[in-house]
């Protein structure tokens, strides 16, 4: 199985920071990286896919970057309802495998 | 608009199976991977497997012994078996769809929330 390793596990922030999330895969998976938000009592929200694609409808605050083994989720510029966890995802291959998560705090 | 909504029991008990089954409306299962992810409460996401009509499945290695999937066209709905359960399948079970153009997972159910226990 590739290993997903999002750093930092936590993180404080306050509305208008920039910040910046990181994900690392145990081997290459080429640009085959997605990243979800995910609020309390709710399904996980795509946000970027292949990398450094934004999902219809996600503001143009989230940004992803990255290939081969690292990658960077960022949000420019904290708003209010970003406060939420945000996991990694590899789609390279299969058994799929998600990032241990990111809490923005 | 494409929606999917788990359905099945929310209490079970340990060595029972459980069965869920997740309907979609707004797309036809017949195209694209479907799948279940489970979230144990305050951990991270569990991807568990995918379906698609052509009959492939791909399962996580760690629950591949004791897991099932399948999809019927004709209701538009496709399941999850789970068998041999213990406590730490507790857990709130998705299901999502795995668009192939993306490989994302793009529409997601609401969840459903499973507990076992005696």
């Known amino acids: 199985d590739i290993q997903m390793t999002q750093s930092p596990s936590s993180l404080s922030a306050s509305v208008g920071d920039r910040v910046t999330i990181t994900c690392r895969a145990s081997?290459?998976?080429?640009?085959?990286l997605n990243w979800y938000q995910q609020k309390p009592g709710k399904a996980p929200n795509l946000l970027i896919y292949a990398a450094s694609s934004l999902q219809s409808g996600v503001p143009s605050r989230f940004s992803g970057s990255g290939s081969g083994t690292d990658f960077t989720l960022t949000i420019s510029s904290l708003q209010p309802e970003d406060f939420a966890s945000y996991y990694c995802q590899q789609s390279y291959t299969t058994p799929r495998t998600f990032g241990q998560g990111t809490k923005l705090e | 608009q494409v929606q999917l909504q788990e359905s099945g029991p929310g209490l079970l008990k340990p060595s029972e199976t459980l069965s869920l089954t997740c309907t979609v409306s707004g797309a036809s299962i017949s195209s694209d991977f479907w799948s279940w992810i489970r979230q144990p409460a305050g951990k991270g996401l569990e991807w568990i497997g995918r379906i698609q009509t052509s009959g492939t499945t791909n399962y996580s290695p760690s629950l591949k012994t004791r897991v099932n999937m399948s999809l019927d066209t004709s209701k538009n709905h496709f399941s999850l078996r789970l068998n041999s359960l213990t406590a730490a399948d507790t857990a709130i079970y998705y299901c999502?769809?795995?668009?192939?153009?993306?490989?994302?997972?793009?529409?997601w159910g609401q969840g459903i929330l499973v507990t076992v226990s005696a």
């Open positions: 081997q290459s998976i080429n640009t085959y």
């Open positions: 999502a769809r795995e668009y192939t153009n993306s490989r994302t997972l793009d529409y």
